[in-house]
């Protein structure tokens, strides 16, 4: 565990010991699982992404927690696994160490079928996305480039059960679900005394990623917004402790920094296209705005303006300038102009 982050232990203040494992979920990429005692049957949030050596290192912390932290459990021991929501950085881990335990396990509703129907679940996704490349006008030699990059990570998971549906404002055993939709469909945040488990809807240093709602439904920045702001409204968390990053001691103010930074790219981008002599592309701003981007981060890059072009259009911000050839073609680039 020496090339990864310390496993840290937090107490919330009805008692829960939370223990924070770190794992590689991506070259180059940490996220973390929490194990929680003390919250009802011995209880895990979110399993890693189990590519590479991600499943080895989720177990190895656990074996630190018993060991070091002398915390009296087996593997064979935790009996509820939860989901924080369906991107497979969280749950990629979770047939692993279903064969590992009895555990029960539970996720949102909207991201369920994530986990039972994983097969489908991707050729729906992947057919939404190319769909996407082609309305942001990415030149076509470049969209198979994209969609391999989508796929890669995505050949070494399967469908898996699903045994309780978490719900918005449900308790259990001392927590209590958030449902915080935009970053994903089924995103939840858990609040466990004055500990919030923010998963990827609040991280300490990067604003998370958005994508449109064209993709996926109860994606988009205008639900991430709106979900951003609920958890604003509930008052008393010290510490959130988000799926990837370091712990966030000033919760609020870290709400209030993201809205702020969404709202500056909001601008930049109506200003681009404002300034743009012609109407132009999505693939056309993110060019303008990331010009260094490479790699996965551009498919990346491309998703993130698009979400706020999006939420601009929906705000009746935009007009779409091509209307001839998005009546008389089948997935023509889409053109924007300020309204």
């Not at 973390?32 to 003390?38: C, G, P």
């Not at 994983?118 to 996407?132: M, P």
């Not at 549906?165 to 055993?173: A, E, F, K, P, S």
């Not at 509930?234 to 870290?254: D, M, N, S, T």
Request: hydrophobic fraction near 40%; include cysteine.
């Amino acid at each position: 565990m020496s090339d990864l982050p310390a496993i840290e232990r937090f107490k919330a203040s009805t008692g829960q010991r939370i223990y924070r494992i770190p794992c590689e979920a991506f070259p180059n990429f940490i996220a973390y699982v929490y194990l929680m005692f003390d919250g009802g049957p011995l209880t895990l949030i979110d399993t890693g992404s189990g590519y590479g050596n991600c499943n080895k290192q989720v177990l190895a912390g656990l074996e630190v927690v018993r060991d070091e932290f002398h915390e009296p459990f087996q593997v064979a021991d935790i009996d509820r696994i939860l989901i924080t929501h369906g991107h497979i950085d969280h749950f990629g881990g979770l047939s692993h160490l279903q064969s590992l335990t009895n555990a029960e396990v539970g996720i949102h509703g909207l991201d369920r079928w994530v986990l039972t129907a994983y097969e489908e679940r991707v050729v729906v996704a992947t057919k939404g996305l190319r769909t996407y490349l082609q309305r942001s006008g990415v030149e076509p030699d470049m969209q198979p480039i994209l969609m391999e990059m989508y796929g890669f990570s995505k050949k070494h998971v399967s469908s898996t059960k699903v045994d309780m549906v978490l719900r918005d404002d449900q308790t259990l055993d001392g927590m209590r679900f958030i449902h915080t939709p935009g970053h994903c469909p089924g995103q939840v945040c858990i609040e466990i005394g004055d500990v919030l488990i923010s998963a990827d809807h609040i991280l300490n240093h990067i604003t998370p990623h958005q994508a449109p709602e064209s993709i996926t439904a109860y994606t988009g920045l205008g639900h991430y917004l709106e979900a951003l702001e609920k958890v604003r409204r509930i008052p008393g968390f010290r510490l959130a402790l988000g799926g990837h990053e370091q712990p966030i001691e000033e919760v609020y103010k870290r709400i209030d920094d993201i809205r702020i930074s969404h709202e500056r790219k909001l601008e930049r981008i109506a200003t681009a296209i404002a300034d743009s002599v012609e109407p132009i592309t999505i693939s056309d701003i993110t060019k303008a705005m990331y010009p260094r981007v490479i790699g996965f981060n551009t498919l990346l890059a491309l998703e993130e303006v698009g979400a706020h072009v999006e939420y601009l259009y929906q705000h009746g911000q935009l007009r779409v300038a091509n209307l001839d050839e998005v009546e008389q073609q089948d997935s023509p680039a889409l053109r924007y102009r300020v309204a």
